[in-house]
């Protein structure tokens, strides 16, 4: 294979030809290390300018000296001269080398450089007959040997999972992946300055847990070798962060990850970054507005604009989201009036008529989330707020006032799916303790996603927690949005993988 063209490394199909290029390059770095000029014994690189400061501080810097550095991937061997591109963290640039400005010897071992090696190139600004913007090389250092050879292009259904197992390559040769993550860490500094800017407070709070709460998920579980018990990893942020509350900590967040041993889907991965706030003295109307305006503020920052498409539809960030309760939607979207239900055995007898399948153990409320999941959900493709879940779904929630049987809690669904979650909080320890009684029946009879009693939460109710509005959202999924991405393992960086043994 001739690497001193324009560069486009095919895998050979022939596993001995491959072998032998992967040879040749290892018998490269064996001769330098021979000649004591092994790449590996290099510790710095005075690097002055990234590419992108080159190209566009051109006017400024035409004729100076800067110094570049960054992988090869690409060379064209003219005799005398040579051009290569580099790859820094911001983009290309091209390099000019030639025999008489880095001399005969130095030339040649230029010549034998391979795509991937990783290198320095120090030389003056300048612009070819071409009009490219270039670094004229005085120096060129070999910094560090590639001994694998580079893929042209990860393409096609089929390399997606290598793509995702050899996300350092993915990177190296895709540039809009590395777009995709330059947007994340934009998307998560722009709702911590939102938050920030309104007086909430970022902490941190353990991932290792005694008891496993703030959801319905099934924890993973692990063992304290020194304390000779086992403990689960975090599958929420709540309780910990309302205990910060009942503290007198008014307003905190947090953005870290959570841990649900579940299914993986386009939508699901086990290990995922949640943010959760809580705000003393507000309740979820508060979270709503706060909701909204995280999210136009973070699509403000990072797209430019409120219309944003998603996998070929607009979605309108600019008008207010809408707000529909759960009894209503249901209404809107299958015909039955849950209103108009009183008891279990017409529930019961709605899901029937409805072809719903519901287990012994569910409630009222909890058919009337089945009606919602069969019915309502994929309808949701503009932002909406949906309010107003039943009592049994919500074991940490507030009874609405007027309709005790139902909770002061909303979602919020685009595209079909859910990107956050919040509620006023429940803050009456001995409803609380109900409800995790409650929760520990459901455990009783098979379900292991229902909540554990936290006898030290109730504690810390008891001495009091204010009236709280909490929202958690999840970050991927909304880095998903502002990225068009089609599934969570794009927005990854290293989604879990079955391994290949």
């Known amino acids: 294979m001739a690497e001193n063209e ?77 051009f290569c591109h580099i790859l820094d963290r911001n983009g290309s640039i091209q390099a000019y080398v030639t025999r008489d400005d880095i001399g005969q010897d130095n030339y040649q071992r230029f010549k034998k450089l391979d795509i991937g090696d990783i290198l320095f190139i120090k030389g003056t600004v300048f612009k070819t007959k071409m009009g490219e913007i270039s670094v004229h090389a005085a120096e060129v250092v070999l910094l560090s040997k590639s001994l694998q050879i580079l893929p042209e292009k990860f393409h096609g259904l089929s390399n997606q999972d290598l793509r995702y197992r050899q996300r350092y390559v993915d990177l190296i040769v895709n540039p809009e992946v590395r777009e995709t993550f330059f947007k994340r860490s934009a998307v998560i500094k722009a709702i911590r300055n939102y938050l920030d800017g309104m007086e909430f407070l970022e902490v941190e709070t353990p991932m290792l847990q005694t008891i496993p709460g703030g959801a319905a998920a099934r924890p993973f579980i692990t063992h304290h070798n020194s304390l000779d018990i086992d403990m689960y990893m975090r599958i929420s942020l709540e309780l910990p962060l309302k205990r910060l509350i009942v503290g007198g900590f008014e307003r905190v967040y947090e953005i870290g990850r959570v ?124 932002p909406t707020f949906l309010m107003d879940h039943p009592v049994e779904i919500s074991p940490l929630t507030k009874r609405k006032p007027d309709k005790p049987d139902y909770t002061e809690r909303f979602e919020l669904f685009i595209m079909g799916h859910e990107f956050a979650n919040a509620y006023s909080e429940l803050n009456d320890p001995i409803d609380q303790r109900k409800r995790f009684e409650y929760q520990e029946q459901l455990r009783d009879q098979g379900d292991d996603e229902a909540n554990m009693i936290d006898e030290d939460f109730l504690t810390a109710l008891e001495y009091g927690m204010p009236p709280t509005g909490g929202m958690g959202m999840g970050i991927d999924r909304l880095v998903m949005l502002f990225t068009n991405a089609s599934t969570i393992r794009e927005v990854l960086l290293f989604p879990t993988m079955k391994p290949l043994d």
């Open 6 to 82: 324009k560069v486009k490394n095919k895998q050979p199909a022939d596993g001995k030809a491959l072998a032998e290029l992967l040879q040749i390059r290892r018998d490269k770095l064996a001769e330098l290390q021979a000649n004591d000029m092994d790449p590996f014994k290099i510790v710095k690189a005075d690097v002055t300018h990234h590419s992108n400061d080159v190209i566009d501080g051109f006017d400024d810097l035409e004729g100076k000296t800067v110094s570049v550095a960054g992988r090869m991937m690409s060379k064209r061997v003219m005799g005398k001269a040579s």
């Open 259 to 382: 841990f649900r041993n579940e299914g993986m889907d386009t939508k699901h991965n086990p290990e995922f970054t949640l943010m959760e706030l809580y705000q003393a003295y507000t309740d979820y109307y508060g979270m709503m507005d706060i909701t909204e305006g995280i999210i136009k503020h973070v699509a403000k920052e990072v797209t430019g604009t409120l219309k944003v498409e998603y996998q070929g539809v607009e979605i309108d960030l600019e008008k207010p989201f809408e707000r529909i309760t759960m009894l209503d939607a249901v209404k809107k979207y299958s015909g039955v009036d849950f209103d108009s239900i009183e008891t279990l055995e017409q529930a019961r007898s709605a899901a029937k008529e409805h072809h719903i399948e519901y287990e012994e153990r569910h409630g009222k409320g909890d058919i009337l989330n089945l009606f919602f999941e069969k019915y309502v959900e994929e309808k949701l493709i503009q």
